[in-house]
Antibody, heavy 121, light 106 residues
Framework: QLQLQESGPGLVKPSETLSLTCTASGGSISSSSYYWGWVRQPPGKGLEWVGSIYYAGSPYYNPSLKSRVTISVDTSKNQFSLKLRSVTAADTAVYYC?????????????WGQGTLVTVSS | SYELTQPPSVSVSPGQTASITCSGDKLGDKNVSWYQQRPGQSPVLVIYQDKKRPSGIPERFSGSNSGNTATLTISGTQTMDEADYFCQALDSSTVVFGGGTKLTVL
């Protein structure tokens, strides 16, 4: 059964770059049936899609974050990564990685446990 | 940009039926998914493609989608169902989440 695990610094300074990695186990990132995505949740608030990527295709980003986000895949390590540049306090959130179905509807399942990233000096 | 609207909160008595709505322009033309998130936990998929249940999700969870509104229905609601619920759809290649509904069982 596929499991996803986020990793990366829990504290990032304002104006710097947030970098997270999601490692998949129990399944392959190279599957043709799925996208791989990032979703974030500010404390006490709702879910916000950050972006998704297909193992062999172009990434798709939330238009509101597009200018600052890069998502990439490393199939050799069965990982995908998120970089968010020029962060501010508004980027403080729990960041989840999740597998997204390629089929109509594009549901997310499963999700990682999430990692809290705080932006503060 | 496309928006999905959910009521902030819904209350239900144990054993009764809870209905949580998700509204969006011509939402019935899209496929809707629903997620349950208990406090301090990651979201869990409970409904996909409007009305399908993933393996392991109790039969009391059901979904429908027509017109501008999708509905998550929980029959015979249990105290363990108390959680936040989020709807989600695709608008072209963009993923959209609803704002979430806090379900209180009391």
């Amino acid at each position: 059964q596929l499991q996803l695990q986020e990793s990366g610094p829990g504290l990032v300074k304002p104006s710097e770059t947030l970098s997270l990695t999601c490692t998949a186990s129990g399944g392959s990132i190279s599957s043709s049936s799925y996208y791989w995505g990032w979703v974030r949740q500010p404390p006490g608030k709702g879910l916000e899609w950050v972006g998704s990527i297909y193992y062999a295709g172009s990434p798709y980003y939330n238009p509101s974050l597009k200018s600052r986000v890069t998502i990439s895949v490393d199939t050799s390590k069965n990982q995908f990564s998120l970089k968010l540049r020029s962060v501010t306090a508004a980027d403080t959130a729990v960041y989840y990685c999740a597998r997204r179905a390629y089929s109509n509807g594009g549901w997310f399942d499963p999700w990682g446990q999430g990692t809290l990233v705080t932006v503060s000096s | 940009s496309y928006e999905l609207t959910q009521p902030p909160s819904v209350s239900v008595s144990p054993g009764q039926t809870a209905s949580i709505t998700c509204s969006g322009d011509k939402l019935g033309d899209k496929n809707v998914s629903w997620y349950q998130q208990r406090p301090g936990q990651s979201p869990v998929l409970v409904i996909y493609q409007d009305k399908k249940r993933p393996s392991g999700i109790p039969e009391r969870f059901s979904g429908s989608n027509s017109g501008n509104t999708a509905t998550l229905t929980i029959s015979g609601t249990q105290t363990m169902d108390e959680a936040d619920y989020f709807c989600q759809a695709l608008d072209s290649s963009t993923v959209v989440f609803g704002g979430g509904t806090k379900l209180t069982v009391l």
